[in-house]
């Protein structure tokens, strides 16, 4: 007899592009921290989607909020104004400490849309010649997927054959300043980073970079876009990672967590002047601004503030990251990460970090690996104490019993 497990995942292969590799567990259900499988088995969520799911599984507030809206008007397209969008772009400006914000749906679109404000205000305020352009970024950067972005990508799997890149675009080693200072010409009109690189294994810059880069990019006249997709909205321990060095972007690019879980929705953000460029008929989304990712959106960053999501990141992820910094140093080399934006790295004897994937998954705890020895750790940020000690138990037990030299 097959399971429905398997039935599902039959159904999946045989239908979906094969661009991805799920792990082996096909859910049917979410509330909170927990997410349940097509048999009943329930699971803690330690990935939140990439942290698209700060605010938990179905919260109900915000679930009260897309019912609501959706009941109401979902989709006007921009060539209307609608009755939600002023007062969600100000609520997410308010809370972000910026001017103005161009909404649109995934996280992608939102770098790019940082992009094409770069590269306009370059031509336009900072004067550099026609085509001519410059954005530098990092290795081993992860900024979505459109044609453009992956040209810019370190990783052959990410860039491999899609080519050919889209030219301007300056590849430095993260957490080099010199590299910053060496890379930047009259041309460059902006330096684009992830304050943590989540996709990179959960990278932490040195103390002090991103301030350091703030201040050469004001010197040399070069905007300074954080890409906080999947570091903002409180997962770092701060409402943006950017915060932690006492910073203000030039421009900030939002997206999942702003969904809630819920639905795509993202934004680029930054002052009057710099997102002035974008004039009338230069950009636009058809879903980008509709009234359900508003009022989802504006119920998103409620919870995030009324339950001090960003304080609780800061506190447990500390905990936790204390918790795991008691695992065996031959089996785990290397602990990381800031708020509840953390990752284990294993040592070369103890091997490849899937087995320990699949050993937590077999006990009730699912993670994913990223790159082949390390496994990030981000919980809905709602999860307890009491939660991350059970999730600690789980993973030191599935770890003792996979790794090849525990003893
Ligand atoms: C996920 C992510 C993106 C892309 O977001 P999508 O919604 O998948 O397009 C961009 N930048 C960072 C840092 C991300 O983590």
């Known amino acids: 007899m097959v399971s429905k497990t398997e039935e599902f995942i039959e159904l999946e292969r045989t239908w979906a592009s094969p661009n991805y590799t799920p792990i ?98 370059g031509y336009r305020i900072k004067g550099v010649e026609k085509d001519k352009a410059e954005i530098i970024v990092c290795e081993n950067n992860f900024h979505g997927r459109t044609t453009t972005i992956v040209g810019f990508s370190s990783d052959p799997e990410t860039y491999g054959d899609f080519g050919p890149a889209t030219p301007g675009f300056i590849k430095i080693p993260y957490g080099d300043i010199e590299a910053l200072k060496n890379a930047i010409t009259p041309n460059t009109v902006a330096f684009l980073v992830e304050p943590i690189q989540g996709e990179a294994g959960v990278i932490v810059p040195p103390e002090g970079y991103l301030k350091q880069a703030a201040e050469i990019c004001k010197e040399n006249n070069v905007l300074l876009i954080a890409d906080e997709i999947q570091t903002g909205f409180g997962r770092t321990g701060k409402p943006f990672c950017f915060m932690h060095d006492d910073i203000k972007p030039d421009i900030v690019l939002v997206g999942k967590a702003l969904g809630g879980g819920i639905m795509p929705i993202s934004a680029t953000l930054g002052s009057r002047e710099i997102m002035s460029v974008l004039t009338s008929g230069s950009h636009g989304s058809t879903f980008g601004g509709n009234p359900l990712a508003c009022a989802v959106g504006t119920a998103a960053i409620d919870v995030i503030e009324e339950e001090k999501l960003a304080e609780r990141a800061a506190e447990l992820g500390e905990y936790f990251l204390g918790k795991l910094q008691t695992l065996p140093k031959h089996v785990v080399k290397e602990v990381r990460g800031k708020g509840l934006l953390l990752a284990i790295e294993f040592t070369e004897e103890a091997g490849k970090a899937k087995p320990y994937v699949l050993a937590m998954k077999e006990r009730g705890l699912l993670a994913k690996q990223t790159h082949e020895t390390t496994i990030r750790f981000a919980p809905p940020l709602i999860i307890t104490k009491e939660q991350i000690d059970w999730a600690f138990s789980v993973i030191e037990e599935a770890i003792k019993n996979t790794a090849p030299n525990w003893n």
């Open 24 to 121: 082996p567990v096909v859910l049917s259900k979410g509330e909170g921290v927990y997410v349940y499988d097509v048999e009943g088995k329930r699971y803690l969520d330690c990935l939140s989607a990439y942290s698209a799911v700060n605010q938990g599984h179905c919260h109900p507030k915000i679930v009260e909020a897309a019912e609501k809206q959706l009941h109401t008007l979902t989709l006007t397209s921009r060539a209307f104004f609608n009755d939600k969008l002023g007062s969600f772009l100000k609520r997410l400006c308010e809370y972000a400490g910026y001017e103005m914000a161009c909404p649109m749906n995934t996280g992608a679109e939102a770098v790019e849309t940082g992009i094409k404000v770069a590269r306009r205000w």
